[in-house]
């Protein structure tokens, strides 16, 4: 047979051969040396199946039509980067003859780095799927998409986490400096790990997951703008961190990852009331600026929980008992909004949460109770009853990691060291848990592990 035809006007069969183009030595049936250049890859004179996807390295191929990779491991496109571009509205099948449609995949292993979507808060789209997961830039943290609403996950693997930490308070005829610390999955007593730089009482404190603030208080009479930190992780004394916008106690705090939250109090001359909210940046040094104002000026007292993106502030007092519930969003600024009423008319409640169920413990209504109620932090509405404390508690501290509470401490109706925990996501009364270093109420308490840091 020739190996050269020209003039050739119809088609030409060749069977049990091979063909060569650019090569006197074909290896294959058809064995073309350089590049195939094809004026229509569409319809049924289409490539419709690519047994091996090897021949994608050098040139980038875009598709009309489905496309099958037959020849592949599951789990396995390392050698394919960019090579194929699926039109819209088609699809790839990566396992023999089954279409996955709307760009799903049994398997995929990335070796190295994966690019999940990112963008803020308002760039969620509006009807995701179930299990979506994306990175919000707002928040700083991972969230995915329930079914009805997306929530942060969780970014620790527990390790070294999971230390809730009681600082200052009040103990008999004066205040404490006192620092300590309890591993929250377990039981047992608390351990000393330091002093704040001065004694304060009437404080609050808030945290990321490795630095705990503790904002304001009184020190034996003077109001403080102080904001002390510590690093959660290791022990050792607080250092001073910057100030409040307004020296004060009985205030409340709360946090995100990232934000540290103080809210209302009261402040100089003595007894005046106030609605600010002042907010940190946990991770730097330096003084609070305005964040807004609470919806009346009150007493919050540690009253304050939060998730990854809202902060909840319950109860209070001015020259009567509140019924009344604010919340507000932590990544933004501005002035807190109504969200639902108490279980109890009251002020001096401790909060602690998870990701989900804020919780609120003791404090008074009017007289000391040890009464425990929950709200959904996502929502709005009133918030419902939990359980009870051990122990009538009137003005007790709290921490939480994303399963447990944790309530310690009170000055009324008698002073004690008392340590109760419960179960975040169940109802039920709390348990004893263990005993502070030194029996005092009106503390602070934090960790490293609450649910405005996210996980489940």
């Not at 999940?116 to 919000?136: C, D, Q, V, W």
């Not at 009150?298 to 001015?318: E, H, I, K, Q, W």
């Not at 508690?393 to 002073?415: D, K, N, V, W």
Request: aromatic share 8%; proline share 3%; with cysteine.
């Amino acid at each position: 047979m020739p190996s050269i035809r020209i003039g050739f006007a119809t088609d030409f069969n060749l069977l049990n051969e091979q063909v060569g183009i650019g090569t006197t030595l074909p290896t294959a049936r058809l064995d073309v040396a350089g590049q195939i250049r094809a004026d229509n890859t569409t319809g049924s004179g289409g490539v419709s199946t690519i047994t091996r996807y090897d021949g994608f390295s050098n040139s980038s191929q875009t598709l009309g039509n489905t496309v099958s990779i037959a020849e592949t491991s599951k789990g396995n496109l390392n050698s394919i980067s960019g090579e194929i571009i699926i039109a819209d509205g088609k699809t790839i099948t990566v396992t023999d003859g089954v279409s996955l449609a709307a760009g799903r995949l049994d398997s995929l292993t990335v070796l190295k780095t994966f690019d999940l979507p990112s963008g803020g808060t308002s760039g969620r789209i509006a009807t995701p799927e179930k299990g979506s997961t994306r990175y919000n830039e707002d928040l700083g943290q991972l969230e995915f998409y329930t079914g009805y609403e997306w929530r942060a996950v969780g970014s620790y693997d527990g390790s070294g986490r999971g230390r809730g930490v009681f600082g200052g308070g009040q103990i008999p005829a004066t205040a404490s400096g006192v620092i300590d610390f309890v591993i929250i999955s377990s039981t047992g007593n608390a351990i000393n790990f330091g002093t704040l730089s001065a004694t304060r009482s009437h404080l609050s404190a808030c945290s990321s997951s490795t630095r705990s603030l503790f904002g304001g208080g009184d020190q034996n009479a003077t109001f403080a703008n102080t904001i002390d930190y510590i690093t959660i992780a290791s022990e050792g004394n607080a250092q001073d961190f910057g100030d409040l916008t307004v020296s004060r106690r009985m205030i409340a705090a709360c946090s995100s990852s990232t934000r540290g939250i103080f809210g209302g109090g009261v402040s100089v001359p003595v007894n005046t009331v106030t609605n600010v909210i002042d907010y940190v940046q946990i991770s730097t040094l330096g003084s609070a600026l305005d964040f807004g104002d609470l919806t009346i000026a009150r007493r919050t007292r540690t009253g304050a929980a939060s998730s990854p993106t809202r902060g909840v502030f319950l109860g209070g007092v001015t020259s009567v008992y509140l019924n009344i519930i604010d919340f507000i969003t932590i990544a933004s600024t501005g002035n807190a909004v109504d969200f639902g009423d108490p279980l109890f008319s009251g002020a001096y409640r401790t909060g602690c949460s998870n990701a989900v169920r804020a919780v609120y413990g003791g404090g008074y209504a009017p007289v000391p109770i040890n009464a425990i109620e929950y709200l959904i932090i996502a929502t709005t509405g009133n918030s419902i009853y939990f359980g009870d404390l051990t122990a009538i508690s009137g003005y007790p501290s709290a921490c939480s990691s994303s399963t447990r509470g944790i309530f310690g401490g009170t000055t009324q109706p008698s002073l004690s060291n008392t340590i109760d925990f419960i179960t975040i996501n169940t109802a039920g009364n709390a348990q004893d848990f263990g005993d502070l270093t030194q029996a005092r109420g009106i503390a602070a308490g934090c960790s490293d592990s609450h649910g405005g840091l996210g996980g489940f």
